[in-house]
């Protein structure tokens, strides 16, 4: 004060919700004695509304940036949410997950544990950053972390207590805990309450996303598992088929066979009937190979007329028998195809004959093979009685039939057209499909041609 030259001096503290937040202060170097009491009554007031207004903007700071953190918390859980619904992958979303985590907690390290046998096990693949007590893999994983039992039952998150600084964060499906978040650090900072509430909210998201991954998994395997069995069982029926259909073609080809007409009859009952399975048979042998990824072409250099000649031997007595008309349409000089010759000759087999079959007696069948830039394409047309919208958008469905009668009664398994389709995308192209009620349908698709 004498240092100052100060000869009069008036203070007040500023308070609000019981605290000293500040103090106000007034002085004067040229008079003394120069505040009254009046005076220090009017500061105290002051004061007082200005520890208010103070404390009040203070406030609205700290919501205005607590409101903005968790802006960004949720705009940072949006981007997840996105990552985790994009992907059906279980390792894939385990990622995401613990990279997520590690990056919001400014974790050095970290691990995701999977729930086994009511027991947490390291995912050795699943890690993040370098610096962590964990190394290799812990068949009990317990041993190292006794928390892990405990966050395992109780589902409730806790410290990691030793070895190193870290949180254990369960990942809960409805009531079950199906993993475990291990977040450490190098530093002796502890995790904030709000670092651990906002690691609890990514673990329930992704608790879903890794739950869905896991059942599409077990789904794809049983499907894998199904057609394999399929697969082997339409294999096996193919001896005793051929057997069967064999003995009942010789019987008939007997021309001094003591036959009634009536037994020859039933025989070629037998013998279409077995046809029919063997076209079954066949079929699920196909679709089944393709389901379960065992499906190979065999690609070699083609010619397009050497296919439409096996296609017209394959298919024209069925036509001739229908009374139909084959249309060819096959432009010149067509460059050499890039193609599984026998595959491609089965798709074209199977067009054809469902055009036959879905046309009336007298329609005209056209088959058009024409040029372009870097692919041939084929083109399957028929006057035929055509499709429906609601037809089209269920064909290729396996074992599907349009309900019409005419349909109906023509020979089929509903398995043809799917396998069609699976084949021509095999090949690299896209089956396209037009059709028309009562006027007739078409179907193209394009093949590379050869480098």
């Known amino acids: ?71 960004d918390q949720l705009q940072e859980l949006r981007r997840i949410d996105l990552l985790l619904n994009a992907t059906l992958d279980t390792d894939q979303a385990m990622m995401y997950t613990l990279e997520w985590a590690c990056r919001l907690t400014d974790a050095t390290s970290g691990h995701l544990a999977l729930v086994e046998d009511d027991l947490p096990r390291l995912h050795s693949v699943q ?6 007590a964990i190394n290799g893999e812990y068949p009990a994983l317990e041993e190292l972390h006794p928390e892990l039992r405990e966050v395992v039952q109780s589902g409730k998150t806790m410290p990691l207590t030793a070895p190193g600084n870290g949180v254990l964060v369960p990942i809960r499906r409805e009531t079950e805990t199906i993993g475990v978040l291990i977040l450490e650090r190098a530093t002796p900072a502890p995790f904030t309450p709000d670092q651990q509430d906002l690691v609890e909210r990514l673990a329930a998201r992704a608790a879903i996303a890794i739950d869905n991954a896991r059942l599409v998994a077990a789904v794809r395997a049983a499907d894998r598992a199904k057609s394999e069995f399929v697969g082997i069982v339409a294999h096996d029926l193919k001896a005793p088929m051929n057997s069967i259909g064999g003995y009942a073609e010789l019987l008939l080809m007997q021309k001094d066979a003591t036959l009634s007409d009536k037994q020859q009859d039933y025989l070629r009952k037998v013998r279409d009937t077995v046809r029919r ?8 042998a196909d679709i089944s190979r393709i389901e379960s ?61 469902n055009a036959y079959k879905y046309t009336p007696d007298g329609g005209t069948i056209t088959l058009e093979v024409t040029r372009g830039e870097r692919a041939v394409r084929f083109s399957v047309s028929d006057t035929g009685i055509g499709m429906s919208e609601d037809d089209l958008k269920k064909l290729g469905t396996k074992f599907w039939r349009a309900e019409d009668r005419y349909t109906r009664a023509q020979p089929g398994t509903g398995l043809g057209f ?13 089956l396209a499909v037009k059709s028309v009620v009562g006027k007739g349908s078409s179907f193209a698709f394009d093949i590379a041609v050869a480098e």
């Open 293 to 353: 990824g065992l499906f190979f072409m065999e690609v070699s250099r083609v010619l397009a007329e050497d296919i439409v000649q096996a296609v017209k031997d394959n298919t024209l007595p069925q036509m001739i028998e229908r009374k139909h008309t084959l249309q060819e349409i096959i432009a010149p000089n067509l460059p050499m195809m890039q193609v599984d010759y026998f595959r491609l000759l089965q798709v074209l087999t199977n067009l054809i004959s």
């Open 277 to 284: 399975m063997e076209m079954l048979v066949s079929d699920l």
């Open 418 to 430: 799917a396998i069609t389709k699976a084949l021509v995308e095999q090949m690299g192209s896209t």
């Open 1 to 71: 004060i004498v240092g100052q030259a100060l000869r009069s001096i008036m203070a007040t503290p500023l308070r609000a919700r019981g605290r000293v937040i500040g103090v106000v202060y007034v002085d004067s170097k040229v008079f003394s004695g120069l505040f009254r009491d009046d005076d220090l009554d009017g500061l105290d007031a002051l004061s007082a509304q200005a520890a208010v207004a103070i404390d009040n903007a203070r406030l609205f700071n700290a919501t205005d940036q607590a409101l903005g953190k968790r802006v």
């Open 127 to 132: 890690h993040y950053g370098t610096h962590s």
